[in-house]
């Protein structure tokens, strides 16, 4: 806040931030708050922008920008390209966009005339910022990374189908345009009378607008319209897709909006509307989500070293069950509450990898918890993916789960419908992502483990302890390196001494392991039964 208040005093013309949306708003507010103080005229020039906003609120926002209106805007990445936004000297970026692409993008909308511009890159405490405070080069050396489209997504393309099949009739010969699927969604097609075939080509037989269906930018299904009851006013302010939300405007949750704060006095899911009020708190909300994943089909399946990895179709199953109470500023925990909202599933793609059993029952004998380090590498490798494959470590999830295999295995999936081949490529070099995890983790200064290297990049599935008022618990970086060792076919690494009160506890527990196969058998029947329980 004070970088930019210092660099508005000296009468830098236009300032853009550039972070994830309740961030955007949180700068936002703090900026203007400050520039209050100093000068209410000023607090006047800046602005937030995101694609929540309505399009005619985003419009005009471009439009002050143009014309010199406004001095500043705090952004999420809807501002990175496309939109002519004039003259800016100064882009702060706050926290590493997700690639280098994005980086070069970002920080190029300021300088775009012949003036000297700055471009300033704030770290945020992920695994894949500090990652790059301790390698820079790799922004300033290398080549942006590797594009990933997935062309025979079939939850995108029966969308291009309807659209196509409405403007023009459909050759044999436009049909291998859209994919080796597209055969098969045009029959889908063709049984819900949406198109027919006459002769030698498709004709749209259905009814409205098909491009009207669905969107460019966001492949959600269902949209909840935002409305302020402030005052009786009843006015639509803005729109989120379904899971968003969930996340952001859940009864009671705390809503912000252009710097504003408002209360979710009703999340209504027939109508799909949150009402909201306008209100001054001092807290704002942090949605808890649970995930649980399910293997539908293994698509690929290969050994490598000790470990079996496998690439597949899954469904994910999120459900948010609760939110937290954290004040503004000192970030202290003041509460939560309980959520009633339906689980949401998601079929994607997803890689998944077992460690070999020789690895967890090593972390055993020192007296560590296998899932602990699991838990550890799996957020490291969200960490580091982006590097190797052109995502956000947003577009990734992550899950430890032992339901399915038997055995604790760590799931990276998409979280889109269908997957958009962010896991596909991540299978194809797993052994780079490992190697990569296990560099960030041991390099990383910490003692124990933190949000840099073993913690979690995304707070909606870590798990918290209630009795400690929701600290987030860090998984045990000690484990995590003792099997990512074994994993990657390296010497063996010992662990720091466990703390005097559980290295205590293990010296009076002689526990006589079980041999390999019998622990696996053992596994896969207690899972079994597990299932059967719950059905």
Known sequence: RKLMVELIRENIQTITFVR?????????????????????????????????YLPEDRREIERQLFSGELMGVVSTTALELGIDIGSLDACLL??????????????????????????????????????????????????????????????????????ASNELPMTQEDEEMFGELAPALLQLLEENDDVRFMGSEWYWTGTGYPA???????????????????????????????????????????????????????????????????????????????????????????????????????????????????????????GFGNLDLPPKELNTHALWITAPLSALKLVKDYGRVPSDGLIGIA????????????????????????????????????????GLGFAQKSYEILDQILESSLELISECPCDD?????VGSPSRTWSYFDIDSDFRERIPDKEAALVILHEMLGKEPYIPKPLPAEREGIQKNREIKRLPENVEAKIRRRVQALKKKNKR
Not at 137 to 155: A, C, K, L, T
Request: hydrophobic share 35%; net charge negative.
């Open 20 to 52: 994830a949306r309740v961030l955007a708003e949180v700068i936002y507010r703090y900026c203007r708050d400050d520039l209050q103080r100093l000068s209410p005229r000023l607090a006047e020039t800046i602005k937030a922008y995101r694609g929540g």
């Open 94 to 163: 706050v926290g590493y966009p997700g690639t280098v692409a994005s980086t070069w993008q970002q920080a190029g909308r300021a300088g775009r005339s012949s003036d000297e511009s700055v471009a300033i890159l704030i770290a945020y405490n992920s695994p894949i910022d500090q990652y790059l405070m301790q390698h820079p080069d790799y922004i300033f050396g290398q080549p942006v990374e590797n594009v990933v489209i997935d062309s025979n997504n079939p939850y995108i393309t029966i969308n291009h189908l309807r659209c």
């Open 212 to 334: 009207a269906d669905f969107g460019l930018r966001d492949m959600a299904e269902n949209n909840y319209t935002i409305v302020d009851t402030t005052n009786g006013a009843n006015q639509v302010i803005g729109m989120l897709d379904e899971y968003s939300a969930f996340m952001t405007v859940h009864t009671e949750a705390i809503y912000m909006h252009d710097g504003e704060t408002y209360f979710v006095k009703d999340l209504n899911l027939t109508q799909r509307v949150a009402y909201i009020e306008r209100v001054n708190p001092d807290y704002y909300t942090q949605a808890i989500t649970e995930t649980n994943i399910r293997i539908d089909e293994t698509e690929q399946e290969k050994e490598w070293l000790k470990n079996k990895t496998y690439f597949g179709q899954v469904t994910v199953t999120s459900t948010t069950i609760m939110f937290r109470k954290i004040k503004f500023l000192s970030l202290d925990s003041i």
């Open 379 to 418: 957020n490291a490798m969200v960490g580091v993916i982006p590097i190797y494959v052109i995502c956000d470590s947003t577009d990734i999830g992550p899950v430890v789960d032992s339901t399915n295999t038997g055995t604790p295995t760590i799931f990276i999936y998409d979280k889109y419908q269908g």
């Open 449 to 453: 483990g933190c949000p840099s290297c």
